[in-house]
C-alpha cells in the first residue's frame, strides 16, 4: 500500500468496511463476488449513488482499463482484509468447468457500521441483488456499454 496523509487512511478503513460489507451481501444473496464482480458492483454502486447525491459511496476513484473501470485501490484493500483475516478466498467452479476465485467475507458487518444513510444501503442492496447469478463476464459487458463508460 502507498504512502497516505492521516486523512486518506481514516478513508481507506472506512471503504474496507464497505468492501467486506458488500462481499457479505453478495454471498447473502448467493453470488460470492469474483475481482471481476466486485469491480463492477462497486462501479454500478458508485454511479448510482452519484447520479442521485452527487457523491460516490466509496469516495474513491476509478481507472479505465480494457475491461472495464477497476476502482482505485482495491486489491490493496482486498490484500488488507485478507492478511487481517476478515476475508478469504476460495475456489468454485464456473461455466465450462473453468475454476474461479471468490472472495468469502469471515465476519459480516452491520449495516449502521458503515456510516451510510437508508437511500445508500438501498443502492447497495439494489445493486448486489440486481447483479445475483450473474457471472464477471455478463457484468462486464454491460459495463463496457454503461453510457458513463462510452
Not at 96 to 119: M, T
Request: aromatic share 12%; charged share 25%; glycine share 8%.
Amino acid at each position: 500500500m502507498t504512502k497516505q496523509t492521516d486523512g486518506q487512511q481514516f478513508a481507506i478503513s472506512g471503504l474496507q468496511k464497505k468492501v467486506l460489507f458488500v462481499i457479505g451481501a453478495c454471498e447473502k444473496a448467493g453470488n460470492p463476488p469474483t475481482l471481476t464482480l466486485l469491480n463492477k458492483i462497486f462501479y454500478f454502486i458508485d454511479f448510482g449513488t452519484y447520479a442521485k447525491h452527487e457523491k460516490t459511496i466509496t469516495g474513491s476513484s476509478y481507472i479505465k482499463l480494457q475491461f472495464g473501470p477497476v476502482l482505485f485501490g482495491l486489491n490493496d484493500i482486498l490484500d488488507s482484509l485478507i492478511q487481517k483475516e476478515k476475508l478469504s478466498i476460495s475456489k468454485v467452479k464456473g461455466g465450462f468447468e473453468k475454476e474461479h476465485s471468490v472472495y468469502n467475507a469471515n465476519k459480516q458487518l452491520n449495516p449502521q457500521d458503515l456510516g451510510l444513510n437508508e437511500d445508500e444501503l438501498e443502492i447497495i442492496y439494489k445493486t448486489v441483488n440486481e447483479f445475483a447469478g450473474k457471472t464477471a463476464r455478463n457484468a462486464s459487458r454491460e459495463s463496457h456499454f454503461h453510457y458513463s463508460w462510452i
